[in-house]
Protein backbone atom coordinates (compact mmCIF):
# COMPACT_ATOMS: atom_id res chain seq x y z
CA UNK A 1 0.00 0.00 0.00
CA UNK A 2 1.10 3.66 -0.83
CA UNK A 3 -0.20 6.39 0.82
CA UNK A 4 -0.36 9.74 -1.36
CA UNK A 5 -0.81 13.60 -0.18
CA UNK A 6 -1.00 16.65 -2.57
CA UNK A 7 -0.24 19.63 -1.74
CA UNK A 8 0.58 23.04 -3.38
CA UNK A 9 -2.73 24.15 -4.74
CA UNK A 10 -3.97 27.51 -4.98
CA UNK A 11 -5.54 30.53 -7.11
CA UNK A 12 -3.14 32.28 -9.60
CA UNK A 13 -3.20 34.21 -11.95
CA UNK A 14 -2.56 33.26 -15.96
CA UNK A 15 1.13 33.52 -16.42
CA UNK A 16 2.26 32.62 -12.96
CA UNK A 17 4.64 29.59 -11.67
CA UNK A 18 3.24 27.25 -9.28
CA UNK A 19 4.62 24.01 -7.88
CA UNK A 20 2.67 21.06 -6.58
CA UNK A 21 4.05 18.13 -4.46
CA UNK A 22 2.99 14.60 -3.76
CA UNK A 23 4.35 13.29 -0.49
CA UNK A 24 3.91 8.94 -0.22
CA UNK A 25 4.11 6.90 2.30
CA UNK A 26 4.07 3.07 2.71
CA UNK A 27 6.12 0.85 0.46
CA UNK A 28 9.30 1.74 -1.21
CA UNK A 29 8.50 5.14 -3.20
CA UNK A 30 11.44 4.61 -5.22
CA UNK A 31 10.08 1.12 -7.02
CA UNK A 32 7.04 3.19 -7.85
CA UNK A 33 6.62 5.12 -11.37
CA UNK A 34 4.46 8.11 -10.59
CA UNK A 35 1.93 10.26 -12.56
CA UNK A 36 0.19 13.63 -12.33
CA UNK A 37 -3.26 13.41 -14.21
CA UNK A 38 -5.79 16.77 -13.64
CA UNK A 39 -9.80 16.84 -13.94
CA UNK A 40 -11.27 20.01 -15.11
CA UNK A 41 -14.85 20.92 -14.22
CA UNK A 42 -17.03 18.57 -16.37
CA UNK A 43 -14.54 16.55 -17.84
CA UNK A 44 -12.94 13.50 -17.73
CA UNK A 45 -9.38 13.11 -15.72
CA UNK A 46 -6.42 13.68 -18.10
CA UNK A 47 -2.80 12.76 -17.87
CA UNK A 48 -0.61 15.60 -17.41
CA UNK A 49 2.91 14.28 -16.84
CA UNK A 50 4.41 10.54 -15.46
CA UNK A 51 8.02 9.83 -14.41
CA UNK A 52 9.79 6.18 -14.09
CA UNK A 53 11.70 5.11 -10.96
CA UNK A 54 14.19 5.41 -13.26
CA UNK A 55 13.40 9.11 -13.96
CA UNK A 56 11.89 9.18 -17.45
CA UNK A 57 9.66 11.71 -18.20
CA UNK A 58 6.47 12.01 -20.28
CA UNK A 59 4.60 14.90 -20.34
CA UNK A 60 1.16 15.63 -22.46
CA UNK A 61 1.18 17.83 -25.39
CA UNK A 62 -0.77 20.43 -23.44
CA UNK A 63 1.83 20.85 -20.46
CA UNK A 64 5.29 20.08 -22.43
CA UNK A 65 7.70 22.57 -22.41
CA UNK A 66 5.27 24.48 -19.68
CA UNK A 67 5.29 21.89 -17.10
CA UNK A 68 8.51 19.75 -15.00
CA UNK A 69 7.72 16.57 -13.13
CA UNK A 70 10.40 15.45 -10.98
CA UNK A 71 11.09 13.28 -8.40
CA UNK A 72 13.24 13.04 -4.88
CA UNK A 73 13.60 9.39 -3.62
CA UNK A 74 14.62 10.82 -0.09
CA UNK A 75 11.75 12.64 0.57
CA UNK A 76 9.74 10.36 -0.93
CA UNK A 77 8.21 12.90 -3.24
CA UNK A 78 6.90 13.86 -6.16
CA UNK A 79 6.50 17.19 -7.58
CA UNK A 80 4.83 18.96 -10.75
CA UNK A 81 6.19 22.67 -11.25
CA UNK A 82 3.86 24.44 -13.76
CA UNK A 83 4.80 27.63 -15.37
CA UNK A 84 2.62 29.91 -17.84
CA UNK A 85 -0.91 29.16 -16.04
CA UNK A 86 -2.95 29.37 -18.33
CA UNK A 87 -6.80 29.24 -17.20
CA UNK A 88 -7.27 26.02 -19.03
CA UNK A 89 -4.50 24.45 -16.30
CA UNK A 90 -7.55 24.98 -13.89
CA UNK A 91 -8.44 21.30 -12.14
CA UNK A 92 -7.86 19.04 -9.37
CA UNK A 93 -4.59 17.69 -9.78
CA UNK A 94 -3.98 14.00 -8.86
CA UNK A 95 -0.56 12.01 -7.82
CA UNK A 96 -0.97 8.55 -8.55
CA UNK A 97 1.63 5.43 -8.23
CA UNK A 98 2.01 2.13 -9.85
CA UNK A 99 4.38 -0.29 -10.38
CA UNK A 100 6.27 -1.28 -13.89
CA UNK A 101 3.49 0.81 -15.58
CA UNK A 102 4.30 0.13 -19.34
CA UNK A 103 1.39 2.74 -20.60
CA UNK A 104 2.05 5.60 -18.44
CA UNK A 105 -1.02 7.91 -19.70
CA UNK A 106 -2.98 5.58 -18.97
CA UNK A 107 -4.96 6.04 -15.29
CA UNK A 108 -6.64 2.38 -15.23
CA UNK A 109 -2.53 1.26 -14.87
CA UNK A 110 -2.09 3.32 -11.77
CA UNK A 111 -2.65 1.61 -8.41
CA UNK A 112 -2.41 4.37 -5.80
CA UNK A 113 -3.80 7.67 -5.92
CA UNK A 114 -4.31 10.74 -4.02
CA UNK A 115 -7.17 13.18 -2.85
CA UNK A 116 -5.94 15.93 -5.37
CA UNK A 117 -5.61 19.73 -4.85
CA UNK A 118 -7.41 22.63 -6.55
CA UNK A 119 -5.51 24.84 -8.96
CA UNK A 120 -7.56 27.64 -10.01
CA UNK A 121 -6.08 30.12 -12.41
CA UNK A 122 -7.83 33.39 -13.40
CA UNK A 123 -7.37 35.44 -16.96
Known amino acids: QVQLVESGGGLMQAGDSLRLACAAS????????MGWFRQAPGKEREFVAA???????LYADSVKGRFTISRDNAKETVYLQMHSLKPEDTAVYYC?????????????????WGQGTQVTVSS
Open 96 to 112: AAGLSIRVLRVESRYDF
Open 26 to 33: GRAFNTYD
Open 51 to 57: ITRGGDE
